[in-house]
C-alpha cells in the first residue's frame, strides 16, 4: 500500500483502487494486542473521547501526510505531534477529559502531553532513525538505513492506514505499527500471570505485621547470550532470601525486564523468581513480578507502581535489597539527578541504611504517571 493510498485513507474513506465500483464497506475488525498496548502506553488516549482531535488539526495533519505520496519516512515525519500541536490538543481536551488518579497526578492536559510526546518519540526511534538514549538496549534492532528497517517501515505504514475497530490518531497507529513490527511489545507480555497467586493473597494481607511492605530486588542484567541469570543476579536472590526468612516483609517484589543483552529471550524478573522458588523455597505466594524495569531508575518507579495496585501503605517503607555497589548508588546525588533528568521527579524518597545491601525506600505517588516515551517500560 502506498503512502497516498495511506494519506487518502487517513483523510476519508475511499476506494482503494481508482474507479473501484463503490461497495458497502466490512466492519473494521479488533485488533486485541494494539488495544491492549494502546491502553497500556497511551491510557488517556486510548479512553473514548480524551484525545479525540479538533476538525481544524484533524485536517491539517491529514494534509501534511497526503503531501508524502510514496515517501514511508515523510509519511513518518507528517505523522509526529509538534509542540503548538500537543499544546492545542490539550487545551482542547483537558476540559472533558480527565486523568484516573491511578494514571497522573498532575492534570488531564499534562497526562495527554506525555502521551503524545510519547507517540513522537517512537515515531522518531522506529521510523526516522533518532538514537533512543540506550541504544544498546533500545530501538530497532536493524540499522535505520537499511533495506529490512525500510522494508519494516512500510509494513507499519499500510497496518496503520487499515482501519481497527477503535481506531485511534493516525499518528498513534503508527505508533503501535511501528512497535509491533519491530517486536518491540514488551510492554503488553503476560509474565504477571506467573504471580497471580501472590496477587490474591495480598486481598487479605494485614500490611501492619511487618518492618516493610516489601522487599524490592533490583535487577543486573546479563551481558552474555543465552545466560538467564547474572552472577550479580544471582547473588541478590539470595539476599532476598535470606531477607525473607528473617520475617522483615510480607513479600518480594523481582523487578527486571527482558533487556541485557539485547534481544534476550529472558525476562529477569521471571528468573529471579524461578531461583527464589527452587534454589531457597520461597512460597511462590510471597513473589510478586515487576517483568517491565530495564533501569535502576525504572525499579524503584515500577516497584512503587506494583505497591499501589497491591494496596500497600505507601506511607511505611519497602526495603532495596542489592549488591553494595548498587546500594551506594542508589543513595547518592547522581542517582537523584538521573531520576529527574530521565523521570521528571525522584520515584521514592531514600531512607535510612540497614546494611551495605539494604536501605529503606518510601515511594512516592508521582510514580503512578504513565509516560510512554520509554515503549518498553510503560
Aim: proline residues 8%.
Amino acid at each position: 500500500m502506498s503512502a497516498r493510498a495511506v494519506a487518502l485513507l487517513l483523510a476519508a474513506a475511499v476506494p482503494l483502487v481508482a474507479g473501484a465500483p463503490a461497495r458497502a464497506s466490512a466492519a473494521p475488525v479488533r485488533d486485541r494486542a494494539s488495544e491492549a498496548l494502546a491502553v497500556r502506553l497511551f491510557p488517556l488516549l486510548a479512553r473514548p473521547g480524551a484525545g479525540a482531535v479538533p476538525e481544524p488539526l484533524r485536517r491539517a495533519r491529514a494534509a501534511r501526510v497526503s503531501a508524502c505520496g510514496d515517501d514511508a519516512a515523510c509519511v513518518a515525519r507528517a505523522s509526529r505531534w509538534e509542540a503548538a500541536e500537543i499544546d492545542s490538543l490539550a487545551a482542547a481536551a483537558a476540559p472533558r477529559a480527565t486523568a484516573s488518579p491511578a494514571v497522573a497526578d498532575d492534570g488531564a492536559a499534562a497526562q495527554l502531553g506525555r502521551e503524545l510526546r510519547g507517540v513522537t518519540a517512537i515515531l522518531d526511534t522506529y521510523a526516522l532513525g533518532v538514537v533512543p538514549r540506550y541504544p544498546a538496549i533500545d530501538g530497532p534492532e536493524v540499522p535505520p538505513d537499511s533495506a529490512e528497517a525500510k522494508t519494516r517501515l512500510r509494513a507499519a505504514v499500510a497496518l496503520a492506514a487499515t482501519p481497527r475497530a477503535g481506531a485511534l490518531d493516525p499518528g498513534v497507529e503508527l505508533a503501535l505499527a511501528l512497535l509491533q513490527t519491530n517486536d518491540r511489545t514488551d510492554a503488553v507480555r503476560d509474565d504477571a500471570i506467573l504471580d497471580a497467586a501472590a496477587r490474591r493473597r495480598t486481598r487479605t494481607l494485614d500490611w501492619s505485621h511487618y518492618r516493610y511492605t516489601a522487599l524490592i530486588v533490583t535487577g543486573v542484567g546479563p551481558e552474555v547470550p543465552d545466560m538467564p541469570l547474572s552472577p550479580g543476579g544471582q547473588y541478590h536472590v539470595r539476599l532476598a532470601a535470606e531477607r525473607y526468612a528473617a520475617g522483615d516483609a510480607a513479600l518480594i517484589i523481582v523487578s527486571g525486564g527482558r533487556a541485557h543483552p539485547r534481544a534476550t529471550r529472558f525476562t529477569e524478573a521471571v528468573e529471579m523468581r524461578r531461583a527464589l522458588i527452587e534454589r531457597y523455597g520461597v512460597p511462590a505466594e510471597a513473589i510478586v513480578l515487576e517483568p517491565y524495569a530495564r533501569h535502576t531508575t525504572t525499579n524503584l518507579r515500577d516497584a512503587t507502581r506494583e505497591l499501589v495496585a497491591l494496596g500497600a501503605p505507601l506511607n511505611r517503607p519497602a526495603l532495596i535489597v542489592c549488591n553494595p555497589e548498587q546500594s551506594r548508588y542508589i543513595e547518592g546525588a547522581a542517582f537523584a539527578e538521573r531520576n529527574r533528568r530521565e523521570l521528571g521527579y525522584l520515584p521514592g524518597a531514600i531512607g535510612s541504611r540497614r546494611s551495605p545491601r539494604t536501605i529503606e525506600f518510601r515511594p512516592a505517588r508521582e510514580s503512578l504517571r504513565v509516560d510512554p516515551l520509554d515503549p518498553l517500560d510503560p
